[in-house]
């Protein structure tokens, strides 16, 4: 990767100048206050507590111990991760084929260009307007819903439901494909025409070219893609609570629901289930971040 | 591209089309059925007559302001610092400008509550605590965007051709840095505008006024003015879009803020 | 008989005519490079050749089949990119091999030709490295192992040194001759650097403007130009306008002093306004030799180039530069002194503009 000139020159010299050192430390300080006090202490207050015993303050694992056992919070994780895991597959999948559509497609220009500006609005309009545009697209009273019953064919005598998990799944698919389309598109970009053209010029056709080098040269961008994704989905609560008032059964969810009145009744276990959830966070982000890594390296 | 091919990629845009356009269709059509059988504004008219909206919007809209002075003032001079003095912390201050991403918001602002609704820090109530939440939803997409832009002008020449004509720090910092990265500065608060007015999870369990709260709220009591506020908050995000795409390379809008 | 034969190629680009007219014989076993500047059409001809664009008018035959219309992956010629093109998933053995892979050849056979190549380009222990540990040049060299490990009938070389450094790029150029030498294949080579072009090929094919200006091996290029476009871009060159004085006799004139050519003059009269052109090297100072044409002049600059010493001198309202070995022991002229040169009438080119 090549630096800029400015990036080398901003390398350390040597000028030890003691006196110094302090104006160092002063010029960042502001920032790692504001830090400290508003993101670490806060996230750290999370992580210590969920170590300790509501009532004794002693350290325990015990709410964890808890957590694995109530079924409720269990099922709370698993549809989370239902939810995360088809989305970002379907997000995933779906997102990449329109990237590579507008990009390398043979399409015009413009749909490029057009295509990234309404992935950047889409992927931001996530939340409570985005439930409610489904609401008002696919409720029983909703457009669509109206279009489809004047053409004989109401969805809802057909077993459909938009307040429920394949409904939220729905949702999240609206945020979920811009953000893979914005992520991926500097992969394909990245993906030379050259390597097309030397695969047939050694004989290889379209499908074998995508089959030994396109595909695995793409495979680590759209996996960490796919797991940023996962992330996304895992720790998104407002379109869900918007959508479903908070009935379906989400880790985000249960946290929202301690916040407000402690329904689990032990605030230790409101506190392990929230550092459960920067766990699997954490997991996920290493996960992109590795992954992209070894493309770049690819990619260069 | 052969024949067969571009026609599987029109296939794909299309359905990518129809999946983006037809939910904000169909709100915008919602919101205009306000009066029966006839297509009209009124919902409008009534969310603009409503306090509520009124108020909700408002503070939104202040919050955005306030969080983008508060975020201009202290990441500016930090991403300025790291790069001309104190390369060692960069790794340090990277790493925690990307922290929101793996703490969600609800997480984020469980913390937050419970950390500030004891003594010695009991702001919880104080409207200073969510501009502070704010900034942190923001900052990895101001802090990034203003390192980009430091990036691309060289700062370390910029500062010692100012000293050299006897500059102090103010001087530089505002009068010579900030005008040559104003481009990236804008990008990047009006992404931050855009996430806070759209941000839902800070301000209902901070208890303060917002925009988002609001409209859940409208959809619990009305049919079709919370039709005309999700146009209205989408036509909000497209316009802060539009803007960052005026300037250029704006950053990839990535999920921002509580969603 | 030929090898490789394109006739009246052209191609068509919306509104540019990207190349016109081109028409070559390529017999088997020869190195040929295509010259010239940039956009002037030559990258274009070579990737006709090689299946990715389809010429508008013309046929392209190899070998006696005729290929134009056939699809780039069943053309069997093998292609050398300017920027390598190496897949960055494949070590070193398994992109040389995956031509063959994909002809489904034996696990023994690919492994054996692999061998064979990386021992050609003398890169035997890189085996399983991956393209991003390797350098520049090492690269180009498996680009080229690549293409050769297919056994294709034509190899076509498109600016694969541009990319490199100019020391590794001079001995590569040879590498490269020395291979295509030992295995007797046709190669087609496009650069814009007619050192490059000069030094390994056995004919250039110079075009500027989608347009061939000139066919010839190196000596009769550099030598004998035959448009002013080909005598400029081919090493340096003296070039002045002339007025003609008496075409049977081949006389010229400039500023005053008259020149004798060896060039025949049919279809000029006598004050005919002409360009001339003269090599640096043919020139001498009278004191070495005389020859047929004799040219007063001014010394304006010296420069030292090592090998080569390059006078300037003004020659009326001309400036013309004379090169002239160099010679520790040689006495250089002064700047400003007056001064004699000479050259014979075989150096003094007549162009067709």
Known sequence: ?300 | MKRGGRVWSWFWMVLGILYFFLPLVATFIFSLRAKKGVLSFLAYQQLFNDSGFIKGFSYSVLWGILTNIVGILIFVPTAYWVRLRAQQFRTAVEFITLLPFVIPAIVFVFGLVRTFSHPPFLIVDSPALLIAGYTVLSMPYMYRSIDTGLRSIDVRTLTEAAQSLGAGWGTILFRIILPNIRVAILSGAFLSFAIVMGEYILAQYLAKPAFAPFLAYLIQQKAYEPAAATVISFALTWACMGIINLFGRGQEGQIAGGH | MTHLTLSNISKQFAETAAVQDFNLDVAKGEFVSFLGPSGCGKTTTLRMIAGFEIPTTGKVVLDDVEITDKAPNQRNVGMVFQAYALFPNMSVAQNIGFGMQIHRESKATIKQRVEEMLALIHLEKKGNSFPYQLSGGQQQRVALARALANRPQVLLLDEPLSALDAKIRVSLRAEIRAIQRKLGITAIYVTHDQEEALSISDRIVVMYEGKIEQVGTPFEIYNFPQTAFVANFVGTLNTAVAEVVDPAKRLLRIDGVELESAEVMDGRQKGDKVTIAIRPERFNFIAQEKKANVLDCTIDNITFLGAVVRIQVLVGNNRFYMDTFNNPFLELPTIGAKNQITCSREAVLVLKN
Request: hydrophobic fraction near 50%.
């Open chain 1, 1 to 300: 990767m090549t630096t800029l000139v400015s990036e080398k020159r901003d390398a350390p010299k040597a000028r030890p100048a003691p006196h110094k050192i302090s104006w160092v430390w002063l010029g960042v300080t502001p920032f790692f206050l504001f830090a400290f006090m508003f993101l670490l202490y806060p996230s750290s207050t999370i992580a210590v507590k969920s170590f300790q015993d509501t009532t004794t303050h002693l350290f325990t694992l015990n709410n964890f111990v808890h957590l694995l056992q109530n079924p409720n919070l269990l099922n709370a994780y698993w549809i989370s991760i239902k939810i995360s895991l088809i989305t970002s597959l379907g997000g995933g999948i779906f997102g990449f084929f329109l990237a590579y559509s507008a990009i390398r497609g043979g399409l015009p220009p413009f749909m490029r260009t057009s295509l990234m500006t309404f992935c950047g609005v889409a992927s931001n309009f996530a939340g409570v307007p985005l439930a409610f545009a489904f609401i008002a697209l696919l409720s029983p009273s909703g457009v669509l819903t109206g279009w489809l019953r004047s053409v004989g064919y109401n969805p809802y005598f057909h077993g459909f439901q938009l307040y429920t998990f394949w409904g939220l799944s729905m949702v999240y698919m609206y945020f979920q494909f811009p953000l893979m389309v914005l992520v991926i598109s500097p992969a394909i970009d990245g993906l030379r025409r050259e390597w097309h053209e030397a695969a047939e010029n050694l004989g290889a056709s379209t499908f074998q070219y995508w089959r030994y080098v396109a595909l695995p040269i793409l495979l680590p961008s759209i996996l960490g893609t796919m797991i940023l994704l996962f992330g996304n989905s895992f720790g998104a609560f407002a379109t869900a609570q918007a959508l479903t008032g908070g009935s379906i059964n989400l880790v985000t969810i249960m946290i929202g629901a301690q916040l407000r009145g402690d329904v689990l009744g032990d605030a230790g276990l409101g506190y392990a289930l929230a550092l459960g959830m920067v766990v699997v966070m954490a997991v996920a982000i290493a996960g992109y971040t590795l992954l992209q890594r070894k493309s770049e390296r690819w990619l260069r």
